[in-house]
């Protein structure tokens, strides 16, 4: 999913459905029947559809590659072939619309707050006309609703996975993220942000979903630590240099919150050329090194 999210499907992404014109302007098209759109005209100025990169990931990696409606299942992105690349079919629907005459709008939220993850649903095209065109049968909550089964089902995959990462798995996703250069100078291991541990209240649900999963198999990482500080006693140095190194350059990149946690977890999972294992073991030990290492500074 990264790599399709970012490198190809990702600016697909960009283009088909951040176009601020597309969908507004085809649904106020639609909407001349409303008599909202006839009678309101706002004074506001336009909000936009702005997604940064991370937002996309995160719900595009949500999504499972299927619609949100619950009796939908088709793909949202439709993948390459002998002859095409792969193409973006699904569309981000606004659970509260962007604009005061939009479907499901609400007031007092801001055009980034709008924007974000938790706002936006990943449909079909038939499922996103029909949810926008007749927005009275679909409301906001039913719409979260949708969105939380359905990343529901994300987490009941990734739990199942989980459970079947072992002490070879952790052992093979360590040692890929442990740092090459680590120099054991007294204290460079202090050097972890203290965000680190702010980050535990300050991310989103998403962000919160992958520790507390991962966290589940925190003492077999322990376990793996151990055994492999055994052989080599700088190991747990150099995987938590790894993993500092890996924050401070997304930091230093301008990532925060979510988008910032959604960038050390891509490094972390290895790329979207992983196997579905290997991404559990990687959110295994990020997440002990999220929370438990942390712990252990104090
Ligand atoms: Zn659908």
């Not at 008599?35 to 995160?58: G, H």
């Not at 619609?67 to 072939?81: E, R």
């Not at 707050?113 to 996103?128: A, E, G, R, Y």
Request: charge should be neutral; aromatic fraction near 6%; hydrophobic fraction near 40%.
């Amino acid at each position: 999913m990264e790599h399709g999210g970012k490198s190809s499907a990702g600016q697909k992404c960009e283009e088909v459905l951040q176009s601020p014109s597309q969908h507004d302007n085809s649904l106020s098209d639609l909407k001349v029947l409303s008599p909202m759109t006839k009678t309101v005209k706002s004074t506001a100025p336009k909000l936009k559809r702005v997604y940064t990169d991370k937002t996309l990931k995160i719900i595009f990696a949500l999504s499972r590659n299927e619609c949100a409606h619950p009796d939908c299942s088709k793909p949202i992105i439709s993948p390459a072939t002998a002859y095409s690349g792969d193409l973006v079919v699904g569309q981000i629907a606004h659970i509260y619309a962007l604009n005061g005459n939009g479907p499901r709008s609400k007031v007092g939220l801001t055009q980034s707050q709008l924007n974000q993850p938790s706002n936006l649903i990943l449909l079909c095209p038939t499922d996103h006309v029909i949810v926008d065109g007749q927005h009275e049968t679909y409301p906001a909550s039913m719409l979260i609703e949708w969105k939380s089964r359905h990343e529901m089902k994300f987490a009941n995959a990734l739990s199942r996975s989980i459970s079947d990462v072992g002490a070879p798995e952790l052992e093979v996703a360590a040692k890929s993220l442990m740092s090459s250069k680590f120099s054991p100078a007294p204290g460079s291991l202090l050097t972890v942000p203290p965000q680190a541990k702010i980050v535990k209240n300050g991310l989103g649900s998403s962000s919160e979903l992958f520790l507390s999963m991962g966290a589940a198999k925190s003492h077999e990482v322990e376990v793996v630590l151990l055994k492999a500080s055994q052989l080599d006693a700088d190991f747990p140095d150099r995987l938590r240099e790894g993993f500092v190194l890996k924050y401070q350059t997304a930091r230093q990149a301008g990532y925060v919150g979510d988008e910032l946690f959604a960038e050390v977890l891509d490094w972390a999972t290895g790329g979207s050329q992983a196997t579905e294992i290997r991404k559990a073991a990687g959110i295994c030990v990020l997440a002990h090194l999220f929370i438990i290492c942390d712990v252990f500074e104090k």
